[in-house]
């Protein structure tokens, strides 16, 4: 599947879409690849996305917990 990009602005004008720079074609492995190269995690940057994430699950659980007490 090929969809088309604008590198300029697209704009809406009495029910009509137009690009105001040049139309490119791109094809649905290529934004595949853009979409794996630019999410693919380090394994430290794991480790610390998973530690931010537990942080924030404890403080979360420990904040409703004392809200509970109190």
């Known amino acids: 599947m090929n ?3 604008c590198d300029g602005t697209w ?3 009495t029910g009509s879409i137009s690009c ?3 139309l490119v074609t791109i094809t ?3 934004i595949a690849e853009e979409v794996n190269a ?3 995690l380090t ?3 794991a480790d610390v996305l998973i530690e931010a994430a537990t942080l924030l ?3 979360v659980f420990g904040f409703l917990v004392l ?3 109190f």
């Open 3 to 5: 969809f088309l990009a």
């Open 11 to 13: 704009t809406v004008s």
């Open 20 to 22: 105001d720079g040049t």
């Open 28 to 30: 649905s492995q290529e």
């Open 38 to 40: 630019a999410s693919a």
């Open 43 to 45: 394994l430290e940057e």
């Open 57 to 59: 699950f404890v403080a």
């Open 67 to 69: 809200k509970k007490l």
